[in-house]
């Protein structure tokens, strides 16, 4: 080694000795720099004052997504016309087209129901919870997808759902005391202490006001849109004050109808969607 | 305060001296002669064991039953699993294959300790297919001489022949190396038969050719380069050696002062060592050095120098051995035998008076190869060996995966009940299907429903999974009011198999508003 030729440089005592590299080494960097020139050539790559160079491949990244989004859409062409010239049922029962009508149904809940339902469909005071098993206008598929298509309230839909219910309050029809006897008996329906006034005097003005559309027993009535009472969800509150609230001037949610606006079969995958969430009829 | 007139003195001298030689040099091309010994005859045992398990692996089969393939070995990249003979590894089980790695690494270590570059010399894939394509050339083109002068031979129709002849051989083995790598990731018969009809898919043909295309250069063309210029392990493995670790040695201190022509000279001046400078151990050397230069991190420690030295010591009646594998303690303590007061090398010190070695001459003992250091790699090498085995020995074959519905947290029903949801995955690595009964455990009320299903929850719910897949199913546990926790309440999963009653458990929370609000 000591015989060996060095490049002259020398740090604290060692010195550089001179290997010399092959030669084919060399060659092979001044390809990787022509290859790099080339690259330059072929694809965008130099930054210009409003722009950049084009390449002659004329590639770039965002025509590389529109490709992709194109033949993502060719793609699923055929599925989503299975899914336009099926009924829900049909839907439902065939597993590929359920699962691709529930992936695109959540989808679209997260950008067009979310606002008002919530992300995971919880829904808020005055916004129903689409998880649960309780149905103001019904579970089942067809009237899911009924109220999603029409809307609810909606006064530019001919077909929308729509109930009222009188502001028994506000339009006098029952005193106050008489609005904290019925909310008694709501309280005593659901097993609850009816601490609000006297449940049997409100029983008997239940019957004569509120059993034509809630039902006897506090059922409900879907036809109607008239949410059962007896039961443990209350859309605008369950605590007393909540409730003389609701009968004194009740408040009426509003949903638009999303038929014409998303086209039937984005409506059909939504109401797989929200049939799926666990409290599908 | 210099006077005019005299220059001021520097001490400087310049970073950039003048440089002598040339930074680049044009590859001067090795001709490796053929030789014949131990070490060779058992490079080509170890060059036929290597490659013969190369090419054969995939093609063993390994009953598994009809539900999962039956290829030996596998690497299944599509479906995530590894096969192994009577091993199967999932995706989360890669743990083994890390601790392969480390024993792998632990192994080269304990290797390079004992017996120096050894994996380098014999067992690396570059050194061996390196072998096999100097077989062929050697056939077409003969050995070193023929092939020197082949080479400085102007083109000829004789010279095109034997060298396109050469290169469409090491064309096919190299189409054949790519080609045997791809069936470790497809089930064998049926890929060679889609290869053939032109029916496979296309990263399997362009395997085969970036394989058929790094083998032909790195080990047709490029050869020593790739050892010399590419490889880290020279730089590493040169770093493992230690004074007790074997290493192709030139004994020059029975070798020198070297002599081409050994007995007058003897009688001519004074003593000679026992080379006779015939530079055999060059001829055969693939990397083309000199090892009588010393210890270089060009030697891929083949031993073949050996071997050829062997050869030549025999003809001469010198005792064997003038190249050999040392360590370097014995070296020295043979070199400070050799060396007079003067420090000259006189080899008749090291020698008896029959011809051979003096007693004090110190010899390779296998006591050396069981040092502190190559037993601690050793054990450590046993121990994770023997933790791996029992982990896998005691293994799940069934486990249960929860992932708790993160909106909603959970959901109120009509009845006032609360129901929290489960992405639940059951995990069958049997290769049988297995009925599987999920349960619950530490929640007293609760019940389960699978999403979608229609009817009343029960306590249990029965799948059945598919063999060796993932079951994935969406489950509601129901818990009346009255057996509503507090907030939050941690309970089991349970998941038995019917067949063999294996039971995975998981760790899941109930959550609710607790049993007073609304």
């Known amino acids: 080694m000591s015989e060996q030729e060095t490049t002259g440089h020398e740090w604290d005592g060692i010195r550089e000795l001179n290997t010399p590299l092959p030669r084919w080494w060399l060659w092979t960097f001044y390809l990787t720099v022509l290859w790099g020139i ?24 965002r025509g590389e997504l529109e490709q992709t989004m194109a033949r993502v859409a060719d793609e699923r062409r055929e599925i989503i016309e299975r899914i336009a010239s099926s009924d829900l049922a049909t839907i439902r029962g065939d597993e590929e087209l359920a699962q691709f009508a529930i992936a695109g149904g959540a989808a679209a809940f997260r950008v067009h129901c979310s606002q008002c339902h919530g992300s995971g469909a919880v829904g808020s005071a005055g916004y129903p919870n689409l998880n649960d098993d309780d149905w103001i206008w019904g579970g089942s598929l067809e009237e899911i997808h009924q109220t999603i298509s029409a809307g609810v309230r909606d006064e530019a839909n001919d077909d929308t759902r729509f109930s009222e219910m009188p502001a028994f309050g506000t339009d006098g029809i029952l005193e106050a005391a008489d609005i904290r006897d019925v909310t008694a008996h709501l309280l005593a329906l659901g097993g609850r202490e009816p601490v609000t006034g006297d449940a049997g005097l409100g029983g008997e003005i239940y019957a004569e006001q509120c059993a034509v559309c809630h039902g006897e027993g506090g059922e409900g009535m879907r036809d109607l849109g008239a949410p059962a009472l007896a039961d443990a969800i209350w859309l605008y509150g369950s605590d007393p004050d909540s409730i003389m609230a609701q009968v004194r001037q009740p408040s009426h949610g509003v949903m638009p109808a999303w038929g014409a606006r998303l086209g039937d079969t984005v409506v059909k995958q939504l109401t797989l969607y929200v049939h799926s969430l666990g409290g599908g009829e | 305060m210099t006077q005019a007139g005299e220059p001021e003195l520097h001490d400087v001298s310049a970073v950039e001296h003048h440089r002598k030689g040339p930074l680049y040099a044009p590859r001067t091309r090795i001709h490796p002669k053929r030789v014949r010994g131990a070490f060779r005859r058992l490079k080509w045992w170890i060059m036929a064991v290597t490659l013969a398990i190369y090419y054969v692996t995939p093609w063993l089969r390994w009953d598994r039953g009809p539900h999962v393939s039956d290829q030996a070995v596998l690497i299944d990249l599509a479906n995530r699993r590894f096969f192994f003979f009577f091993i199967e590894i999932w995706p989360h089980e890669f743990y083994y294959v890390a601790g392969l790695l480390i024993m792998a690494g632990i192994g080269l270590f304990l290797v390079t300790s004992t017996v120096g570059r050894a994996w380098c010399g014999y067992a690396c894939p570059q050194t061996v297919w390196v072998d096999l394509f100097l077989v062929i050339e050697r056939y077409f083109e003969g050995d070193r001489n023929a092939r020197v002068r082949l080479d400085a031979a102007p083109w000829s129709a004789n010279k095109l022949r034997r060298r396109g002849a050469k290169h469409a051989v090491w064309l096919l083995i190299a189409v054949a190396t790519g080609g045997a790598w791809i069936f470790y990731f497809a089930d064998a018969p049926r890929l060679a038969v889609d290869l053939v009809r032109g029916e496979a898919p296309g990263i399997a043909y362009a395997t085969i050719a970036v394989l058929t295309a790094t083998t032909y250069v790195l080990g047709g063309l490029l050869r020593e380069q790739v050892c010399i210029y590419m ?17 192709v040695s030139y004994n020059d201190w029975r070798g020198e002062p070297r002599g081409r022509h050994l007995r007058r000279s003897q009688e001519d001046d004074g003593p000679r060592g026992d080379c006779v400078d015939c530079n055999a151990c060059v001829a055969v050397c693939p990397m083309g050095i000199d090892i009588r230069d010393g210890q270089q991190f060009e030697c891929i420690t083949c031993a073949l120098c050996i071997d050829a030295c062997n050869g030549v010591m025999e ?39 029959d011809g051979g070695l003096a007693d004090g001459v110190r010899r390779f003992s296998w006591r050396i190869v069981l040092r502190p250091r190559t037993l601690g790699y050793a054990g450590v090498w046993c121990a994770i060996g023997i933790v791996m085995l029992g982990l896998l020995a005691t293994r799940d074959r069934l486990e249960l995966h929860v992932v708790h519905d993160r909106n909603p947290l959970f959901v109120r029903l009509t009845d006032g009940s609360i129901r929290n949801g489960y992405t639940i995955k059951v995990l069958n690595m049997q290769t049988e299907p297995r009925e599987v009964t999920l349960t619950i455990e530490g929640l007293p009320g609760a019940r389960l429903r699978l999403a979608g299903a229609t009817g009343e929850p029960s306590p249990s719910l029965t799948f059945s999974a598919a ?52």
């Not at chain 2, 490889?231 to 290493?247: F, H, K, V, Y």
């Not at chain 2, 003038?322 to 006189?346: F, Q, V």
């Open chain 2, 315 to 353: 003809r001469i009646g010198r005792p064997g051995g003038l190249i050999s594998y040392a360590t370097l303690s014995d070296y020295n303590a043979n070199m400070a035998l050799a060396c007079g007061p003067d420090g000259e090398i006189d080899p008749g010190r090291t020698r008896a008076p």
């Open chain 2, 231 to 247: 490889c880290p392990w020279p730089r590493i493995q040169g770093a493992m050696l230690d004074e007790n670790s074997l290493t």
């Open chain 2, 467 to 518: 063999p060796d897949a993932l079951k994935t199913a969406k489950v509601y546990v129901h818990l009346p009011r009255a057996d509503l926790p507090g907030s939050h309440a941690g309970f089991h999963f349970l998941a038995e198999a019917h067949d063999d009653g294996e039971v995975a458990a998981r760790e899941a929370v109930f959550e609710s508003p607790g049993r007073d609000s609304g």
């Open chain 1, 38 to 61: 080339g690259y330059c050539i072929a694809y965008p790559a130099i930054p210009l004052v409003t722009g950049n160079t084009a390449g002659l491949l004329g590639y770039s990244s």
